[in-house]
């Protein structure tokens, strides 16, 4: 029997390492769906158009390491409002979601439109300013050149087009347990994770 964990949020409330570690953590696959999006982003700044991108991607096309720039980042958030570009990734995420041994899936509308009957559903949040601080920082380390302010008004430009869109607007699901990151380290956000998961067991 699968065991899918649904954890959603915006952009860098830390969703992405606590997935990984509560995928870790119980032995389950992990799949990060913010990069089905950045690839596609990316095909579309190298000039493919965004619907036949999303209906030719496939699971070689995600090298995270080559879609983590913030230019990708806001062509993700982009393409992500095309409704017919979501529905062309649906299959890929729901049979990850299914394979056997259970399967983390981190993203924006996993616990809404992906994965509704999701066994656990974490809604994972900070505020838009620990948000932009931890993604400053990181960008800081990877050498980048940039600021705050621009990284914070990076963050709120993602953040209103992903609640905004029409088409799986990035929300909280009704039966979501929410974890709100902002005073708390990594351990302690994995630690909560776990223990919410734990209780779905
Ligand atoms: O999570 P990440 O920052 O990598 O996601 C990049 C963009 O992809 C998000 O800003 C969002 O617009 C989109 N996305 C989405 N649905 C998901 C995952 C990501 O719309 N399940």
């Not at 990316?42 to 965004?50: F, I, N, Q, S, W």
């Not at 920082?137 to 209103?160: I, K, M, P, Q, S």
């Not at 088409?167 to 347990?177: E, F, K, M, S």
């Amino acid at each position: 029997m699968s065991f899918t964990i649904a954890i959603d949020g915006p952009a860098a409330a830390g969703k992405g390492t606590i997935s990984r570690a509560v995928a870790a953590h119980f032995g389950f696959a992990h799949l990060d769906t913010g990069l089905l999006y950045r690839a596609v982003g990316a095909e579309m700044l190298a000039g493919t158009e965004p619907v036949a991108a999303a209906r030719a991607l496939r699971a070689e096309d995600l090298d995270a390491a080559a879609l983590r720039s913030p230019e990708v980042a806001q062509a993700a958030s982009k393409v992500a409002a095309i409704g017919d570009v979501r529905a062309a990734l649906v299959d890929f995420q729901r049979a990850f979601a299914a394979r056997a041994g259970g399967a983390v899936l981190d993203g924006r509308d996993i616990g809404t439109v992906i994965c509704p009957d999701a066994a656990a559903k974490l809604f994972v949040t900070a505020s838009a300013e620990v948000r932009a601080e931890r993604r400053y920082r990181e960008l800081l380390e990877a050498g980048a050149d940039t600021n705050f302010a621009a990284v914070l008004a990076d963050v709120r430009e993602r953040d209103a087009r992903d609640m905004g869109r029409v088409d799986a607007p990035l929300r909280a699901a009704a039966d979501a347990v929410e974890l709100d990151t902002s005073a708390m380290d990594i351990d302690e956000a994995v630690a909560a994770a776990i223990a919410v998961v734990e209780t779905a067991m």
